[in-house]
């Protein structure tokens, strides 16, 4: 099982954990939107014992093992998109995502 990131996205989470301290960027899933779940980024002050850590690039992520299983195999970038800079997805375990864009189906 592996999660890797691309290096904008490894440099982006070393920035945000110099400015706002933790041990990682915490990635998961919740409910939402009509395809059913969205992903999730926090950051992560600690590992939990049913958590799994990843690290790419030089940057760490965390990962619950619930979430774990939709996120398996996936690289995350980081992009900027107009005004607006986000962390993207790529995951080969998606089988339909919404028209929006805010929500994925496994």
């Known amino acids: 099982m592996a999660i890797t990131l691309t290096d904008k996205a490894a440099q982006r989470v070393q920035k945000l954990l110099a400015k706002q301290g933790g041990v990682g960027l915490r990635l998961g899933l919740?409910?939402?939107g009509c395809a059913g779940q969205a992903y999730t980024f926090d950051i992560a002050q600690d590992i939990g014992?049913?958590?799994s850590v990843?690290?790419?690039n030089g940057a760490k992520v965390v990962v619950d093992r619930a979430s774990l299983l939709f996120l398996d195999g996936s690289q995350l970038d980081y992009a900027k998109e107009g005004m607006n800079e986000v962390?993207?997805?790529?995951n080969p375990?998606?089988?339909?995502?919404?028209g929006c864009g805010e929500s994925v189906n496994f």
């Open 93 to 98: 375990n998606e089988k339909s995502a919404c």
């Open 49 to 51: 014992e049913g958590d």
């Open 54 to 56: 990843f690290e790419s």
């Open 30 to 32: 919740r409910k939402a």
């Open 87 to 90: 962390f993207k997805f790529n």
